[in-house]
């Protein structure tokens, strides 16, 4: 019975409609890329199974690595997800922090009617997680610490829907607290205000922008499908092909369209590129100290290795300055303020 259980727990990813492969979502996707295929690109209906299902893609040693990265990071999420932090305790510590706060007599929650409140929590928690995936993943890119461990995901020289969690797993730990932090903040700073009319407007238990997003093809970001939207609108939302754009080796590609769904960020900060022609991109990292990006060994050790090197210089640099600060700090204390202390 629990070898069943542990099996269903496994495998819950695709049948949770909460989770980005949920097999709706997969089954979307191919309807949505066959339709582009035979419209947008004129291939006929056999041309464009035979590129939906490319074996090249999908038999790559790079797509197999993929596969073996989600199986074990499935194992160890099944052990870790217990002890880390949830929205909960995050929304749950805020809310008694608010509840100290002496504010003024403002009647929020009839200042709202509960539809508008509803529409309302449901856009701002889909904008703030959206907002701090764009955040973290721009921060995994600039600072070395976790640059060594998102490393992992751009290694992918092919992209399946299953290379969203070819992840290490210290950068999934690093994810699931942004996660936490951010839903926390808008569940207890919305509750507090509005109490129990507090409620997100759902599809099938799932947030129905995040619903829309993913049965519009979702996961044809990571695939080998380059969907591109008119110009307009990749200011709004990220093509496939702008984020197949991201995980190219390309330098004029470098720092790109660090989007999750909203490609407005991007534009706000600076970081948006159009889609391109994606048939002839390029996609991996340069890497020359790796010989094998794609073995266990590339996957989890050298991240690690690096992490901890990356981590083990900053404190040397820390540590220096501070001796630096106290030397300076000495010898200022020692130096005559006034023609008093002479």
Request: net charge positive.
């Amino acid at each position: 019975m629990q070898l069943v259980e542990f099996f269903i727990n496994f495998f819950e990813n695709f049948f949770d409609p909460k989770k980005r492969i949920f097999v709706g979502y997969l089954l979307a996707a191919l309807v949505v890329a066959f339709l582009w295929l035979v419209f947008s690109k004129k291939l006929s209906l056999w041309q464009s199974i035979r590129k939906l299902f490319d074996k090249k893609v999908f038999l790559s040693k790079s797509s197999k690595a993929d596969f073996l990265v989600f199986f074990i990071n499935r194992i160890f999420t099944l052990f870790i997800s217990p002890l880390l932090l949830t929205q909960l305790v995050v929304a749950t510590f805020i809310f008694n922090l608010l509840l100290l706060v002496d504010w003024p007599d403002w009647s929020f929650g009839f200042m709202l009617s509960k539809p508008a409140i509803v529409a309302t929590f449901t856009c701002t928690i889909f904008m703030l997680d959206d907002f701090t995936k764009y955040i973290v993943h721009r921060w995994m890119h600039k600072w070395p610490a976790l640059w060594a461990l998102h490393k992992v995901h751009h290694s992918a020289e092919h992209l399946t829907p299953i290379t969203i969690y070819r992840t290490h797993p210290l950068e999934g730990i690093v994810f699931s607290l942004r996660s936490a932090v951010s839903q926390g903040v808008a569940i207890s700073i919305f509750f507090y205000f509005f109490g129990n009319s507090v409620d997100l407007l759902t599809v099938i238990g799932v947030n129905i922008l995040v619903f829309s997003f993913n049965v519009a093809g979702s996961n044809l970001r990571h695939s080998h499908i380059g969907i591109q939207y008119w110009g307009w609108l990749e200011y709004v939302l990220i093509s496939p092909a702008q984020h197949q754009l991201h995980h190219s080796i390309a330098k004029e590609h470098y720092d790109k369209n660090f989007g999750a769904t909203l490609a407005l960020w991007d534009w706000l900060f600076g970081s948006l590129h159009h889609s391109i022609d994606t048939d002839g991109l390029v996609l991996g990292i340069k890497d020359k100290d790796v010989s094998d990006r794609q073995s266990l060994y590339g996957l989890y050790i050298v991240p690690l290795i690096q992490f901890c090197s990356v981590i083990v210089k900053m404190s040397k640099g820390v540590k220096d300055i501070m001796l630096k600060a106290v030397k300076y700090t000495g010898n200022w204390r020692k130096f005559p303020l006034n023609k008093q202390n002479t």
